[in-house]
T-cell receptor, first 109, second 114 residues
Framework: KNEVEQSPQNLTAQEGEFITINCSYS?????LHWLQQHPGGGIVSLFM???GKKKHGRLIATINIQEKHSSLHITASHPRDSAVYIC???????????FGKGTHLIIQP | EAQVTQNPRYLITVTGKKLTVTCSQN?????MSWYRQDPGLGLRQIYY???????DKGDVPEGYKVSRKEKRNFPLILESPSPNQTSLYFC?????????????FGPGTRLLVL
Protein backbone atom coordinates (compact mmCIF):
# COMPACT_ATOMS: atom_id res chain seq x y z
CA LYS A 1 0.00 0.00 0.00
CA ASN A 2 1.26 3.46 -0.90
CA GLU A 3 2.07 5.71 2.00
CA VAL A 4 0.34 8.57 0.17
CA GLU A 5 -2.94 8.04 -1.65
CA GLN A 6 -4.67 10.64 -3.78
CA SER A 7 -8.19 10.70 -5.09
CA PRO A 8 -9.51 10.97 -7.64
CA GLN A 9 -6.79 9.88 -10.08
CA ASN A 10 -8.51 11.74 -12.91
CA LEU A 11 -11.06 14.55 -12.79
CA THR A 12 -12.78 16.38 -15.62
CA ALA A 13 -14.99 19.34 -14.75
CA GLN A 14 -16.60 22.35 -16.35
CA GLU A 15 -15.23 25.85 -16.02
CA GLY A 16 -16.52 27.51 -12.86
CA GLU A 17 -16.98 24.34 -10.84
CA PHE A 18 -15.64 23.91 -7.32
CA ILE A 19 -12.89 21.28 -7.33
CA THR A 20 -11.71 19.09 -4.45
CA ILE A 21 -8.69 16.80 -4.55
CA ASN A 22 -8.00 14.55 -1.59
CA CYS A 23 -4.81 13.17 -0.09
CA SER A 24 -4.56 10.55 2.64
CA TYR A 25 -1.34 9.35 4.19
CA SER A 26 -0.42 6.56 6.55
CA UNK A 27 2.79 7.81 8.16
CA UNK A 28 3.65 10.46 10.70
CA UNK A 29 4.56 13.69 8.98
CA UNK A 30 6.00 17.07 9.80
CA UNK A 31 4.59 18.83 6.74
CA LEU A 32 2.54 18.20 3.62
CA HIS A 33 3.10 19.79 0.23
CA TRP A 34 0.76 20.38 -2.68
CA LEU A 35 2.51 20.65 -6.04
CA GLN A 36 1.25 21.52 -9.50
CA GLN A 37 2.68 20.02 -12.68
CA HIS A 38 1.67 21.56 -15.98
CA PRO A 39 1.62 19.67 -19.29
CA GLY A 40 5.08 21.04 -20.10
CA GLY A 41 6.37 19.05 -17.11
CA GLY A 42 7.58 21.72 -14.71
CA ILE A 43 6.65 21.37 -11.04
CA VAL A 44 5.62 24.30 -8.89
CA SER A 45 5.06 24.27 -5.15
CA LEU A 46 1.57 25.53 -4.27
CA PHE A 47 1.35 25.03 -0.53
CA MET A 48 3.23 23.67 2.42
CA UNK A 49 1.08 22.81 5.45
CA UNK A 50 1.66 21.46 8.92
CA UNK A 51 -1.74 22.36 10.34
CA GLY A 52 -4.98 24.15 9.57
CA LYS A 53 -5.68 25.90 6.32
CA LYS A 54 -3.93 28.08 3.75
CA LYS A 55 -5.37 30.16 0.92
CA HIS A 56 -3.76 31.62 -2.15
CA GLY A 57 -6.04 33.24 -4.66
CA ARG A 58 -8.61 30.66 -5.75
CA LEU A 59 -6.72 27.79 -4.14
CA ILE A 60 -7.32 26.56 -0.60
CA ALA A 61 -5.48 23.75 1.15
CA THR A 62 -6.51 22.14 4.42
CA ILE A 63 -4.98 19.46 6.58
CA ASN A 64 -6.30 17.33 9.44
CA ILE A 65 -3.31 15.84 11.21
CA GLN A 66 -5.39 13.54 13.44
CA GLU A 67 -7.19 12.02 10.45
CA LYS A 68 -4.04 12.03 8.26
CA HIS A 69 -5.90 13.77 5.47
CA SER A 70 -5.49 16.87 3.35
CA SER A 71 -7.62 18.48 0.67
CA LEU A 72 -6.87 20.94 -2.11
CA HIS A 73 -9.80 23.04 -3.28
CA ILE A 74 -10.04 25.20 -6.37
CA THR A 75 -12.85 27.74 -6.48
CA ALA A 76 -14.24 29.10 -9.76
CA SER A 77 -12.10 26.68 -11.76
CA HIS A 78 -10.63 27.79 -15.09
CA PRO A 79 -9.11 25.88 -18.03
CA ARG A 80 -5.67 27.19 -17.01
CA ASP A 81 -6.04 25.16 -13.80
CA SER A 82 -5.73 22.01 -15.92
CA ALA A 83 -2.67 20.22 -14.59
CA VAL A 84 -1.54 17.30 -12.47
CA TYR A 85 -1.80 18.04 -8.74
CA ILE A 86 0.58 16.11 -6.54
CA CYS A 87 0.44 15.63 -2.78
CA UNK A 88 3.75 14.96 -1.02
CA UNK A 89 4.52 14.33 2.63
CA UNK A 90 7.63 15.25 4.56
CA UNK A 91 8.38 12.66 7.22
CA UNK A 92 11.05 14.87 8.71
CA UNK A 93 13.98 12.53 8.14
CA UNK A 94 17.09 13.14 6.10
CA UNK A 95 15.55 11.74 2.95
CA UNK A 96 13.13 13.66 0.84
CA UNK A 97 9.44 13.84 0.18
CA UNK A 98 7.14 10.88 -0.43
CA PHE A 99 4.77 11.58 -3.27
CA GLY A 100 1.28 10.56 -4.22
CA LYS A 101 0.74 9.51 -7.82
CA GLY A 102 -1.06 12.70 -8.69
CA THR A 103 -4.52 13.81 -9.78
CA HIS A 104 -4.92 14.68 -13.43
CA LEU A 105 -7.36 17.60 -13.61
CA ILE A 106 -8.95 18.85 -16.82
CA ILE A 107 -11.17 21.92 -16.77
CA GLN A 108 -13.28 22.25 -19.90
CA PRO A 109 -14.47 25.67 -21.13
CA GLU B 1 15.80 35.31 -10.28
CA ALA B 2 15.82 32.41 -7.82
CA GLN B 3 15.87 29.20 -9.77
CA VAL B 4 17.02 25.63 -10.23
CA THR B 5 18.41 24.88 -13.67
CA GLN B 6 18.97 21.53 -15.32
CA ASN B 7 20.82 20.61 -18.49
CA PRO B 8 20.16 19.14 -20.88
CA ARG B 9 16.37 19.41 -20.98
CA TYR B 10 16.08 16.56 -23.49
CA LEU B 11 18.52 13.75 -24.20
CA ILE B 12 18.46 10.68 -26.41
CA THR B 13 21.33 8.29 -25.89
CA VAL B 14 22.28 4.66 -26.33
CA THR B 15 22.78 1.91 -23.81
CA GLY B 16 26.13 2.08 -22.06
CA LYS B 17 27.16 5.59 -23.07
CA LYS B 18 27.99 7.55 -19.91
CA LEU B 19 26.08 10.77 -19.40
CA THR B 20 25.76 13.55 -16.87
CA VAL B 21 22.73 15.70 -16.14
CA THR B 22 23.71 18.94 -14.46
CA CYS B 23 21.73 20.72 -11.76
CA SER B 24 22.49 24.15 -10.38
CA GLN B 25 20.70 26.43 -7.90
CA ASN B 26 21.37 30.08 -7.12
CA UNK B 27 19.62 30.29 -3.74
CA UNK B 28 22.47 29.08 -1.51
CA UNK B 29 20.38 26.06 -0.57
CA UNK B 30 21.98 23.34 1.53
CA UNK B 31 19.67 20.48 0.56
CA MET B 32 19.45 19.12 -2.98
CA SER B 33 17.91 15.98 -4.38
CA TRP B 34 17.21 14.09 -7.57
CA TYR B 35 13.89 12.46 -8.44
CA ARG B 36 12.66 10.42 -11.36
CA GLN B 37 9.07 10.42 -12.53
CA ASP B 38 7.53 7.44 -14.32
CA PRO B 39 3.94 6.87 -15.44
CA GLY B 40 1.92 5.09 -12.78
CA LEU B 41 4.73 5.34 -10.22
CA GLY B 42 4.90 9.05 -9.52
CA LEU B 43 8.03 10.79 -8.30
CA ARG B 44 10.70 8.75 -6.54
CA GLN B 45 13.87 9.97 -4.92
CA ILE B 46 17.18 8.80 -6.39
CA TYR B 47 19.82 10.55 -4.28
CA TYR B 48 19.96 13.51 -1.95
CA UNK B 49 22.60 15.77 -0.45
CA UNK B 50 22.40 17.51 2.90
CA UNK B 51 25.36 19.78 2.10
CA UNK B 52 28.70 19.89 0.32
CA UNK B 53 30.38 16.47 0.27
CA UNK B 54 27.39 14.85 2.03
CA UNK B 55 25.28 12.62 -0.19
CA ASP B 56 23.08 9.59 0.43
CA LYS B 57 20.87 7.13 -1.41
CA GLY B 58 17.16 7.65 -1.86
CA ASP B 59 14.60 5.03 -2.81
CA VAL B 60 15.92 4.10 -6.29
CA PRO B 61 19.70 4.73 -6.44
CA GLU B 62 20.75 1.73 -8.57
CA GLY B 63 22.56 2.77 -11.75
CA TYR B 64 23.12 6.37 -10.64
CA LYS B 65 25.90 8.38 -9.02
CA VAL B 66 25.99 11.92 -7.71
CA SER B 67 28.55 14.36 -6.38
CA ARG B 68 28.35 17.58 -4.38
CA LYS B 69 31.68 19.37 -4.63
CA GLU B 70 30.12 22.83 -4.54
CA LYS B 71 27.00 24.03 -2.78
CA ARG B 72 25.26 25.19 -5.95
CA ASN B 73 25.82 22.11 -8.15
CA PHE B 74 24.52 18.56 -7.84
CA PRO B 75 25.12 16.56 -11.04
CA LEU B 76 23.48 13.21 -11.70
CA ILE B 77 25.73 10.67 -13.42
CA LEU B 78 24.64 7.58 -15.31
CA GLU B 79 27.82 5.56 -15.81
CA SER B 80 26.21 2.95 -18.08
CA PRO B 81 22.66 3.93 -18.93
CA SER B 82 20.09 1.25 -19.65
CA PRO B 83 16.61 1.49 -21.21
CA ASN B 84 14.94 1.18 -17.79
CA GLN B 85 16.47 4.54 -16.93
CA THR B 86 14.34 6.21 -19.57
CA SER B 87 12.40 8.68 -17.48
CA LEU B 88 11.71 12.30 -16.59
CA TYR B 89 14.25 13.56 -14.06
CA PHE B 90 13.86 16.45 -11.63
CA CYS B 91 16.41 18.16 -9.48
CA UNK B 92 15.11 20.01 -6.41
CA UNK B 93 16.59 22.14 -3.68
CA UNK B 94 15.54 23.61 -0.35
CA UNK B 95 17.17 25.89 2.17
CA UNK B 96 17.84 23.03 4.56
CA UNK B 97 16.47 19.63 5.47
CA UNK B 98 14.50 21.07 8.38
CA UNK B 99 10.89 20.08 8.11
CA UNK B 100 8.60 22.47 6.38
CA UNK B 101 11.08 24.09 4.03
CA UNK B 102 9.72 24.72 0.54
CA UNK B 103 11.27 22.69 -2.26
CA UNK B 104 12.13 24.31 -5.57
CA PHE B 105 12.15 22.11 -8.64
CA GLY B 106 14.13 22.35 -11.82
CA PRO B 107 12.35 22.21 -15.20
CA GLY B 108 13.02 18.52 -15.71
CA THR B 109 15.19 16.46 -18.07
CA ARG B 110 13.55 13.95 -20.40
CA LEU B 111 15.92 11.05 -21.01
CA LEU B 112 15.45 8.32 -23.58
CA VAL B 113 17.91 5.42 -23.52
CA LEU B 114 17.82 3.26 -26.63
Amino acid sequence: KNEVEQSPQNLTAQEGEFITINCSYSVGISALHWLQQHPGGGIVSLFMLSSGKKKHGRLIATINIQEKHSSLHITASHPRDSAVYICAVDRGGADGLTFGKGTHLIIQP
Amino acid sequence: EAQVTQNPRYLITVTGKKLTVTCSQNMNHEYMSWYRQDPGLGLRQIYYSMNVEVTDKGDVPEGYKVSRKEKRNFPLILESPSPNQTSLYFCASSLSRSAGKAQYFGPGTRLLVL
